[in-house]
């Protein structure tokens, strides 16, 4: 039984304030799940770095901001929409802006039969069956406590379900606008929701780009489930502003013999942690957990990652791939755990840094957990900084030394790129990377 100690927070007046007022509000689930988020929040509070958790990231800023809900974005006006598409390329895609949808930027051009593509506000409304069945049943909220205040904040987000056996050919891109009022901090806490039926397969690409200077707090949930025999490539770039914080947690269930693909490529924001809970649920199922971040300045980058085999012959391949510059710090926690029962696993995890200045840090903590006595895992991490030879070697031939750094570290960073198999979002993210080093 969880006892609640009532703290006096202002995430909690802000929580009782909008709850009448969000969509689904006369419906009990929605309620009920909703209370639930408040109750763990009200618990949990924001984490301390005196949770193991959250040892090397420190949110005592976010209890000094008085943030304000987002509007809704429907005054935003944009002379170029960002996308992570190439000129002249199409797709369906949903457009938030301050985490609410934006219908009329948006399109569902190139969705099959069998495919719905939505707003959760309309889903939430509407008392969709898909909603109840699915939504919060995922996310870690007694691990996870941003996970639950987005839970109990729940409002709107993505909705994406793709019909037994159904492929999707086009990139279903999910565009997050934060605009960033520099009159007031703005927080908000979108929800997406991915399920992949049996034998079925997609692509979605989120896109999280800052475009004002304001402090913001973008707070997002993404619950996937990858049933059997499906396959979900999940990739992410995230280019908020410097003004920003970015929490992200990603809860993944993978089926019998299906395959979940994550990659998540940070540059922004001022402070970001991304956790990704995957669990190979079915036997003979398969995740690549994977990404990279670039940053600098006083960027703090988090990435902690779950990787649960709970059943036997699974597979689990994890590689992460930093550049830190300046006085920049980055945090990689990766934990594999095999259960009891989970024979034949087979995973592998790596994160390697590369520091590029003096005062650059990174801290890592790799982890396994086994309780099954046949399988095959291994973890590693390692931080250096470029080779001085190669640089030598470079710089010999007349290459200038930020030529030379800036060649070294693309080389560096593109081993993390390589592991996207899909490749026009491999292309779309490698330009990322390079506007990165260019100093966009």
Same mark, same amino acid.
């Given at each position: =039984? ?10 909690? /007046?802000?929580?009782?304030? @909008? ?32 949770? !193991? /958790? ?11 901001? $008085? ?17 992570? &598409? ?12 301050? *985490? ?30 898909? #909603? ?5 049943? #995922?996310?870690? %909220? ?12 729940? /409002? ?12 999707? !050919? ?35 690409? !989120? ?17 996937? +489930? ?15 502003? =410097? ?12 089926? &019998? ?27 003979? $199922? ?5 990404? *990279? ?29 930093? $550049? ?27 994160? &390697? ?5 003096? @005062? ?19 973890? *590693?991490?390692?931080?250096?900084? %470029?080779?001085?030879?190669?640089? +030598? ?21 593109? !081993? ?23 100093? /966009?």
């Amino acid at each position: =039984m969880t006892t609640v100690t009532e703290t006096p927070s202002p995430y909690l /007046a802000l929580i009782d304030r @909008a709850k009448d007022g969000l969509p689904g509000a006369a419906l009990s689930w929605v309620r009920d799940l909703r209370a639930q988020g408040r109750e763990r929040f009200a618990a949990d509070g924001l984490p301390t770095v005196k949770k !193991e /958790a959250w040892k090397y990231t420190n949110l005592r800023a976010l209890e000094k901001i $008085a943030f304000d809900p987002a509007g809704d974005g429907a005054a935003a006006h944009f002379d170029v929409l960002p996308t992570i &598409r190439a000129a002249g390329e199409t797709g369906p895609r949903l457009v938030f802006v301050d *985490g609410r949808l934006r219908a009329d930027l948006s399109s569902l051009d190139g969705l099959p039969a069998g495919v719905t593509l939505a707003g959760l506000a309309a889903g939430l409304s509407a008392d969709d069956d898909l #909603l109840a069945d699915h939504l919060g049943k #995922l996310a870690p %909220l007694d691990q996870a406590p941003l996970a639950a205040l987005n839970t109990a904040f729940l /409002a709107d987000g993505a909705v994406l379900r793709v019909g037994r056996g159904v492929t999707v !050919e086009p990139v279903i891109e999910l565009v997050f606008v934060t605009l960033g009022d520099e009159a007031r901090p703005t927080a908000f806490n979108p929800r997406t929701l991915i399920v992949v039926e049996t034998n079925a397969k997609a692509t979605v690409v !989120e896109h999280h780009v800052g475009l004002g200077t304001g402090t913001t707090l973008a707070n997002h949930v993404t619950e996937v +489930f990858v049933a059997d025999g499906a396959t979900l490539g999940h990739y992410k770039a995230q280019r908020e502003a =410097m003004g920003a914080y970015h929490i992200a947690t990603t809860a993944a269930r993978v089926g &019998r013999d299906a395959s979940y693909v994550n990659f998540i490529l940070t540059t922004g924001a001022k402070l970001s942690r991304n956790e990704v809970w995957t669990e190979l649920a079915g036997t003979g $199922a398969t995740c690549h957990v994977s990404g *990279g971040y670039l940053v600098r300045g006083d960027q703090h980058c988090d990435t902690t990652t779950v990787i649960d085999h709970a059943a036997p012959h699974g597979t689990s391949r994890e590689v992460y791939k930093g $550049a830190i510059d300046g006085r920049a710090r980055a945090v990689f926690q990766g934990k594999i755990i095999v259960r009891p029962g989970a024979q034949k696993t087979d995973g592998h995890q790596l994160n &390697r840094a590369l520091l590029l200045s003096d @005062a650059a840090e990174i801290d890592a903590k790799p982890e396994l957990e086994i309780y099954a006595d046949d399988v095959k895992c291994s973890h *590693g991490a390692t931080a250096g900084e %470029l080779d001085d030879t190669a640089l +030598f070697y470079l710089r010999a031939r007349g290459i200038d030394r930020d030529t030379a750094r800036a060649l070294l570290t693309a080389a560096f960073v593109a !081993e993390a790129i390589d592991e996207i198999p899909d490749e026009p979002v491999r292309t779309a993210f490698q330009t990322v990377v390079d506007g990165w080093l260019a100093g /966009a």
